[in-house]
């Protein structure tokens, strides 16, 4: 099989994003006509971004790729489509209020701005397409009415109706249920069979042993390795998909906990989409303690913060602060007993980008009496505030008036860290602290993590980050689909053990 | 916050503004010509009837009412809304000032009802958008239709005037604004307009409630996530939207002589709540900016008069208003003028 040449090769690709971060240091992967390739790694380790170079959606650096040994060039993902190469995205890209029909011959009406969109014949090509696969989807039914499941299979129809011969999936079960999975895998398994090829991109190790011919891991933007999946175990991939150097530690003195301050009991937590985001999840965080929660985003971590912290609500289980209960209580009642909250998203939900940073130093504090007497804001006292975080935490700032979006992104965080930390809370809630956060605010972030611990508060801290959580805490948790896959202390661990409960496969 | 630094902020804005007037002078200069008139003859005409000797009394009369309808627009952009309802509320407040004065007979009596009818009446668009998700939009623009009927049904009916057809019954002496210059429509509605910028200026900078209403309304996550009900900050921004416009409604027929009435059709009260959506942008949706750009509206309106006795149409005047509008609506049009300039510098 290796001699033959592959239907596609991308040798050499390089991208370093506009910021100087390289997300892929010179990959080359092949694929063969027919199978089914896994594209296995992390958050972050340049798998979305290699298709989308291949998808034409992102110009590589450096790098060429091969279809049936010729050198292609795509610049749109028109490109890569007339080439025979689809994508389905994680997020869907279908027009909500269009059926599915118009959504699969959208763009492919006819040329001219007024020509007639011959739909009968669109529907009967579509028809025989799902007889063919064996699948069916309503082709009536305004798309924001169908499932999540159905809403995959429409963009899968979407581009085999576009006759592609490569069809890249990425994360196609992040959205799924376990049987949608099932009747997907049946799906992939019944193109494989009429020789189209698939890669399929994912994180869970248990889906790429089922369906996948060969695995190629990538991490940090290199290919690790690639292994024939039959003579793959979890074991091997996990190891290779979280195997890493082990980079600077920071400064951690043994430390004994003390008593429990934040205790969460059975707590069940619904998603946007009404989903169970998280699934009888149970644990405790002590005062002196880092707790870490690590896992592949999207497994149910920010809901379980947001239900901490009051801006979800808890459908079942308990939520205590030095043994009082808080499911149900806003905010500001939290903060009031000492919660601390540093959100995960920072443009969004941190800061208010259009403001001044003196108005956003004191963001969830406006009523505390430094700060507002009588319903009138004492502005004086916020500047004085304002400038004593900028200097304890070193943020640049061009001055307390300027608009918060004029600080970068790791001073803005910096900014977010102070002003949370001035709340005086004893217990801190951090939620991706250092993302899209330069190295040295990185340091300086887990560092004071750190030295909160030391000084006897509890800290839980939320990553996708797996170093960041391994070198802080002091006890860490695996999150995957809503549950714990084990407690366990990072030291005490080993690499496959992580990356096999990362992947879904308890310890 | 000192003055000075608060001032340094305003400048960009401030420029932005000047110059879409100037845009706006100018090609309605252009149009004046290209329409066969005399343009300068024509805008001499216009600033003499705006600002010349007594004139300017009407000028700043004409502005009150925009003032302060421009306020309730402004307040809502600075809390996320698009409240367009200030049109019904002015109605409102001009109803409720004449039929309040008829039994009490004080000024003070006739501003409070103003303001507490306008709140009252934004009090189903902020219930209808709270709980129901209704875009203000659509909700107020159908609430004015009804304002409008609700209020031309009363002028014809409960406050008409026995003696005359086309007026309500007038605002009794005893409540009237007293005039700040002899023989003119110069009143202290519009000592009022300015005195409630100010009041809104000091509400959204240097209060608490401001600072939880501007934070809702830049950025609603954040604001939960800060303690506040983003909920609650949309409600009293149409609450404080509304009192100013009610407001609006009140003091121009308290303040305005000779009738003091409402006229046949609400005409004398009709269309304020929409002009001041403009006066609004070009005051870059700022209490004390609206002071300016209200007068700025005011001083086109009063100098029309002069200049249509040049020949000109009364609407080539909404014509210039319309063009600043769009002028300050076009964002970085100030880059555009002043990059080159700076690049010539270099």
Do not use: C
Not at chain 1, 110 to 131: E, P
Not at chain 1, 229 to 235: D, G, R
Not at chain 2, 211 to 233: C, D, F, M, V, W
Request: charged letters at 20%.
């Amino acid at each position: 099989m290796e001699e033959e040449t592959p239907l596609l090769e991308m040798r050499n690709i390089v991208k370093v994003y506009s910021d100087g971060t390289k997300a892929l240091k010179g990959v080359d992967i092949k694929v063969y006509k027919g199978e089914i390739l896994g594209l296995l790694g992390e958050n972050g380790a340049g798998k979305t971004t290699l298709m989308k170079i291949l998808f034409g959606m992102l110009k590589p650096t450096k790098g060429t790729i091969l279809l049936n040994g010729k050198e292609v060039r795509f610049k749109s993902p028109a490109d890569a489509l007339a080439n025979g190469i689809g994508m389905v995205h994680q997020h869907f890209t279908l027009v909500e209020v269009f059926n599915a029909l118009e959504n699969i011959i959208l763009r492919m009406e006819g040329h001219g701005l007024l020509s007639k969109i011959d739909v009968d014949n669109a529907r009967k090509k579509l028809q025989k397409l799902m007889d063919d696969l064996n699948f069916q989807v309503p082709l009536d039914v305004p798309v924001e009415n169908l499932p999540v499941g159905v809403q995959q299979r429409i963009e899968i129809l979407k581009m085999l109706y576009r006759d592609v011969d490569i069809l890249i999936l990425d994360e196609p079960t992040a959205v799924l249920t376990p049987i949608e999975v099932k009747e997907l895998f049946d799906v992939l398994k019944k193109l494989k069979s009429q020789g189209k090829t698939i890669i399929f991109i994912s994180h869970k190790l248990n889906e790429v042993m089922e369906i996948t011919d060969r695995v190629t891991v990538i991490r940090r933007g290199e290919v690790i390795g690639t292994v024939k999946t039959p003579e793959a175990t979890p074991q091997l991939l996990a190891r290779m998909m979280v195997g890493r150097d082990v980079v600077l530690r920071i400064e951690k003195p043994p430390k004994e906990p003390g008593e429990v301050i934040l205790h969460v009991e059975d707590l069940w937590v619904k998603g946007d989409r009404g989903e169970e985001a998280v699934r009888g999840v149970s644990f405790d965080v002590r005062a002196g303690e880092i707790f870490g929660i690590a896992g592949v985003e999207g497994n149910g971590q920010s809901e379980l913060i947001e239900a901490i912290t009051g801006l979800r609500r808890v459908e079942k289980g308990k939520v205590k602060v030095n043994n009082v209960e808080i499911t149900g209580k806003k905010p500001k009642e939290l903060y009031e007993m000492g919660i601390a909250h540093i959100p995960e998203d920072r443009t969004h939900m941190g800061l208010i980008l259009d403001m001044t940073v003196m108005e956003n130093a004191i963001l969830g504090m406006q009523w505390r009496k430094e700060f507002s007497r009588a319903g009138l804001m004492d502005w004086k006292s916020v500047e004085r505030h304002t400038k004593h975080l900028i200097e304890e935490f070193d943020i640049t700032a061009p001055g307390v008036r300027s608009p918060v979006k004029s600080l970068s992104g790791g001073n803005q965080q910096k900014l977010i860290v102070a002003r949370e930390v001035s709340k005086k809370p004893e217990l801190i809630i951090a939620s991706q602290p250092t993302r899209g956060v330069d190295v040295a605010s990185t340091e300086y972030i887990r560092n004071y993590l750190v030295r909160l611990r030391n000084e006897n508060k509890a800290v839980l801290l939320v990553s996708a980050d797996l170093d960041e959580v391994l070198q802080l805490s002091d006890r860490m948790a695996i999150m995957y689909e809503g549950q714990f896959m084990g407690v366990v202390k990072p030291d005490e661990v080993t690499e496959e053990q992580i990356g096999l409960m990362m992947g879904g496969v308890k310890a | 916050m000192s003055f000075s630094t608060e001032l340094r902020g305003y400048g960009k804005p401030l420029a932005e503004s000047v110059l879409a007037i100037l845009i706006g002078a100018l090609i309605g200069a252009i149009v004046l010509w290209l329409s066969g008139y005399d343009a300068v003859a024509a805008y001499k005409a216009l600033l003499e009837g705006a600002f010349l000797g007594g004139n300017f009394s009407e000028t700043l009369s004409k502005s009150t009412p925009l003032i302060l309808t421009a306020i309730t627009f402004a307040i809502g952009a600075r809390t996320g809304l698009f409240n367009i309802g200030a049109e019904g509320a002015v109605y409102f407040g001009a109803i409720a000032a004449v039929g309040v004065t008829q039994v009490l007979q004080n000024p003070l009596a006739g501003v409070l009802s103003g303001l507490l009818i306008g709140a009252l009446w934004m009090l189903p668009a902020a219930v209808l958008k709270v709980y129901r998700g209704v875009h203000e939009v659509i909700s107020t623009i159908m609430l004015n239709w009804i304002a409008f009927y609700i209020a031309s049904w009363m002028a014809l009916s409960v406050l008409a005037n026995p003696n005359n057809p086309n007026s309500t019954l007038p605002i009794p002496p005893g409540a009237r604004l007293p005039l700040l210059v002899q023989n003119s429509t110069l009143s202290m509605a519009f000592i009022i307009a300015v005195v409630a910028s100010i009041v809104v200026y000091v509400i959204m900078w240097h209060t608490r409630l401001g600072y939880e209403l501007r934070t809702s309304g830049q950025n609603p996550r954040a604001a939960e996530y800060g303690g506040i009900n983003p909920k609650a900050a949309m409600v009293w921004s149409f609450l404080i939207g509304g009192m100013t416009a009610g407001l609006a409604g009140a003091v121009q027929i308290m303040g305005i002589p000779p009738s003091y009435s409402i006229s046949q059709g609400l005409a004398n009260v009709y269309g304020y709540g929409f002009d001041g959506i403009g006066v609004s942008l070009v005051g870059r949706n700022h209490p004390l900016g609206i002071i300016f750009a209200g007068i700025l509206f005011g001083a086109l309106n009063a100098g029309a008069t002069q200049m249509q006795q040049t020949g000109v149409p009364l609407e080539m005047v909404k014509v210039i208003e319309g063009i600043i509008i769009v002028a300050v609506a076009v964002p970085g049009l100030l880059d555009l003028f002043v990059k080159p300039f700076r690049r010539g510098a270099q």
